[in-house]
């Protein structure tokens, strides 16, 4: 942790130039002045949001070093910042940046001393997808709460403003400040690899108003949101990671459903908007991906949608993206298009040489880039990153899991479950009755750095609540010998837990066969809820939306009868065998008896 005169020897120049009387932040007249004092090269980095190896800033573990001297050329975050000066760094978990809390806001101030050292020293906006559910960087001991889509099917706007408010205070507690979160895609494709339960749901009116309502809880705690993916990602087969996906929308069916939860975005005061590697023919004919098309970014988003905010690319490393231009174009066209920060490029060295080349060939002007830069440092004056761009390991503590924090979480997730089928009433569970349960099915690794396995955190929850609870993971795509084994140990048990992930045939023919026994049986869809078409025999059946264990122990509180199920579809569920024709509609929803 630096020290108070580390701290304030570094921020003095930055903070004195920023000083605005009765203000919390500068003026355009002082960023302007910033600005002008800015080499090019400066100027250039200060697009850039880039990821680096480590948990540390200056002294990485060795196999981080190798991994940056591979990728970036440089051995550590306090290496690129000097080499690039980045305006942005961005956490993951598989870059080693998230261990702990306590070890994240180490980083942090790392990264901030490094960069405020520098000759005119700027802060950097720390960011990372936090969007919570399948999607996470920050783990255990954090609060981590549902998903988009299990919001949707709580669908409280309360709740999913103290989701914001709750994650918005944890992260900025261990200096993350602008975080890729919420999705704002309607997701209307059962198909969709890539957003899938990312999304609230397939109501556009549903989905703008939770939107908003995660927008005011995470910037009214001081951290900026990011409604992902404009124009909109919800209707594609296709995983931008890996393809490019065609979107193939009229333009007056993205006003009435991609364009809603934007608006509303916006209308929310959101602080960063970011694009999509999608094309979409009736926004932009050209074949650009959206995150290159200036039709798209400038003319629509900022013009027609009237938004002035920062405009961040998806990762440039992504397929979407690449397929068309090279790696030292994309950058470049980028910013022509409106973008104001480059996300994550293969190669840091390369985008970054060819942005300063495109200035310096006049393709580009410098007063271009400063006008990305004005809205850059606008939200960093906004975040309060001058005047405060360290934290302490104090806040830490008081901030991160707490139990009001986690008990909040828990009872949020108790409102998302959602009850699909309950044959003769099987649920809830006795005890007298079914004591001795066996959990079985799908066990994909456990997002968000929770604990899992799935079939592991609900047999320990149905065991503490009262059950005796066995696990046996069958796994996503189980073998006839694993099939037999769950069989056999099912005609020892009084009842049977089936978790299901993107059901695949084998795990059907788990479910059935365990059916079969004539054990009562209770499917949990653990991640998609269109499982439920492909169990037309199975008792009993919820809806989770996701296997984090926040909603698998309200899961087991629904099975256990401590609490009734209240969450309602928030897409609808096409039938197996005729798709056209709806199973069960949005808001369709069980719930217990009397």
Request: some cysteine; hydrophobic content about 40%; aromatic content about 6%.
């Amino acid at each position: 942790m630096p020290s108070r005169r580390t701290v304030l020897a570094a921020t003095a120049g930055v903070a004195a130039t920023l000083a605005v009387s009765g203000t919390a932040y500068a003026d355009d007249k002082k960023l302007r002045s910033l600005i002008s004092r800015m080499t090019l090269q400066e100027k250039v980095g200060q697009l850039f949001v880039m990821r680096v190896y480590g948990h540390s800033a200056t002294v990485p573990d060795q196999a981080d070093i190798d991994a940056n001297l591979k990728e970036i050329g440089v051995r550590s975050a306090a290496e690129m910042i000097a080499r690039y000066r980045v305006g942005g760094i961005i956490y993951f978990t598989w870059a080693h940046n998230t261990r702990d809390p306590h070890q994240i806001a180490d980083l942090s101030n790392g990264i901030q001393k490094a960069s405020l050292e520098q000759p005119r020293g700027l802060p950097v906006l720390i960011s990372t997808d936090q969007e919570h559910g399948i999607v996470c960087r920050v783990g255990e001991p954090a609060t981590l709460f549902p998903g988009a889509m299990a919001v949707g099917a709580g669908g409280s706007r309360k709740d999913a403003r103290a989701l914001g408010r709750i994650a918005g205070q944890e992260l900025g507690a261990i200096g993350i400040r602008q975080n890729y979160s919420p999705v704002a895609d309607v997701n209307v494709n059962p198909a969709n690899p890539v957003i899938g339960v990312r999304s609230f749901g397939a109501d556009p009116q549903a989905v703008a108003g939770l939107v908003a309502a995660e927008v005011a809880g995470y910037q009214g705690s001081g951290v900026a949101a990011t409604a992902k993916h404009f124009p909109g990602h919800g209707d594609t087969a296709v995983d931008s990671h890996y393809g490019f996906p065609v979107i193939t929308h009229s333009r007056e069916l993205w006003e009435k459903l991609d364009a809603v939860p934007f608006r509303a975005a916006i209308r929310a005061g959101i602080d960063s908007v970011m694009t999509a590697h999608i094309q979409f023919p009736a926004l932009d004919p050209s074949g650009d991906p959206a995150t290159l098309s200036r039709p798209i970014l400038t003319g629509i988003l900022r013009g027609e949608l009237g938004y002035d905010g920062v405009v961040v690319t998806d990762s440039l490393g992504m397929e979407g993206v690449r397929q068309k231009y090279g790696d030292d174009r994309v950058p470049v066209l980028a910013l022509k298009a409106g973008v104001d920060q480059l996300l994550n490029p293969p190669s840091l060295d390369v985008a970054w040489n060819a942005v300063l080349k495109a200035v310096q060939d006049g393709e580009l002007t410098e007063a271009r880039l400063d006008e990305s830069i004005l809205r850059i440092l606008r939200l960093k004056a906004r975040l309060r990153l001058f005047e405060s761009p360290y934290v302490s390991q104090g806040g830490v503590t008081r901030a991160v899991g707490t139990p009001g924090h986690l008990a909040a979480a828990d009872r949020i997730a108790e409102r998302t479950t959602t009850l699909l089928v309950n044959e003769k009433r099987l649920l809830p569970l006795s005890r007298r009755t079914h004591r001795k349960l066996l959990v079985v099915g799908a066990d994909p690794a456990s997002p968000s750095g929770t604990t899992g396995p799935p079939t592991g955190v609900l047999a320990t929850a149905l065991t503490g609540l009262g059950f005796t609870a066995t696990a046996l993971s069958t796994g996503t795509a189980p073998s006839a010998a694993t099939i037999a084994q769950a069989v056999a140990a099912a005609r020892d048990a009084d009842a049977v837990i089936v978790g299901t992930y993107n059901i695949t045939a084998a795990q059907k023919a788990l479910v059935e066969q365990l059916v079969a026994t004539g054990r009562p049986v209770v499917a949990v869809a653990i991640r998609n809820p269109y499982d439920v078409a492909q169990l037309p025999g199975v008792p009993a059946c919820l809806a989770t939306y996701s296997w984090t264990d926040v909603e698998l122990r309200a899961a087991a509180r629904v099975i256990a009868g401590r609490t009734a199920p209240r969450g309602r579809l928030p897409v609808p569920v096409q039938r197996a065998d005729d798709p056209a024709k709806v199973l069960y509609p949005v808001g369709y929803g069980l719930s217990y008896g009397r």
